[in-house]
């Protein structure tokens, strides 16, 4: 099987190289590299007379990669030039300055727009079968999840947007399914009872809807409980009304 082979090319500006890339067709690179919004698109368009693509050398792709690495620092064309990235197979990573740039706009970006782009991606992959997620992803994931404070607009405006989308049975199913298999510790079962408190005082006298109550219904129908759950919950409704009736004498007692 003959193997495919890679042009590296130079962007000439007037006697000066400005950008070391690789590609299998140039005319087509060509294109793709006017036809950029960013900085280096912007320059090819005004300096389309003082600028020339010539092809340096051809071979084999492992060959021409590392080729491309070595002549971006040789020529030092990430600091002087376009190149934004080291070059190379799968080494496409961004200049120090530029993560700082993309790391500031992620910083100080909206909570709109934080929302609007999950929303985007998350209509991208509907319909879309998932790829299985490695322990050792889910693991990061999940590091990187603790250590992210969330502004409360940011919160509300999240909170607001995962509203909107439906959710069908079937996933509702599987995430009833993965938190029966989830163990928390004690310090997060204390957190969890706090937070449900002052919902549940902050929901006081409020009365439900009946949309929420047909949420409540379907989310209860077919569920089942076991003995230990069904004694806390005896138990929690004595206590509760244990505290009703010691406040029943005083309630009489202002009201005569």
């Not at 992620?106 to 999950?118: D, M």
């Not at 999940?142 to 439906?166: D, F, Y």
């Not at 449900?196 to 006298?205: C, E, Q, T």
């Not at 409704?237 to 009736?245: M, S, Y």
Request: charged content about 30%.
């Amino acid at each position: 099987m003959k193997s495919a082979c890679y042009n590296l090319y130079f962007v000439w500006h007037l006697g000066q190289v400005v950008y070391v890339g690789v590609t299998k067709n140039l005319k087509r690179r060509i294109a793709e590299h006017k036809k950029a919004k960013g900085v280096f698109g912007q320059f090819l368009r005004r300096e389309e007379g003082n600028v020339e693509f010539k092809i340096v050398t051809i071979g084999p792709r492992s060959y021409i990669y590392d080729l491309e690495v070595k002549l971006i620092v040789a020529l030092g064309v990430r600091d002087v030039g376009f190149n934004l990235s080291a070059g190379g197979i799968g080494g496409r990573d961004p200049h120090p300055s530029t993560r700082e740039k993309i790391s500031e706009i992620l910083r100080t970006r909206s909570p709109e727009l934080h929302a609007r782009w999950w929303r985007a991606g998350q209509e991208a992959q509907r319909g879309k079968p998932r790829k299985p997620v490695s322990p050792e992803t889910r693991a990061k994931l999940s590091e990187v999840g603790r250590g992210r404070k969330l502004t409360p607009e940011q919160k509300a405006v999240l909170i607001e947007a995962r509203r909107k989308i439906p959710m069908s049975d079937e996933s509702r199913q599987k995430l009833i399914e993965r938190n029966k298999a989830r163990v928390y510790s004690e310090e997060h079962k204390a957190k969890s009872s706090v937070m449900l408190i002052a919902y549940n005082k902050s929901r006081a006298g409020v009365p439900l809807t009946l949309e929420r109550r047909l949420q409540l219904s379907r989310f209860h129908s077919g569920r089942k409980v076991s003995e230990e759950t069904r004694a806390r919950m005896r138990e929690a409704a004595r206590e509760t009304w244990r505290r009703r009736r010691s406040g029943l004498p005083q309630v009489a007692s202002a009201i005569e």
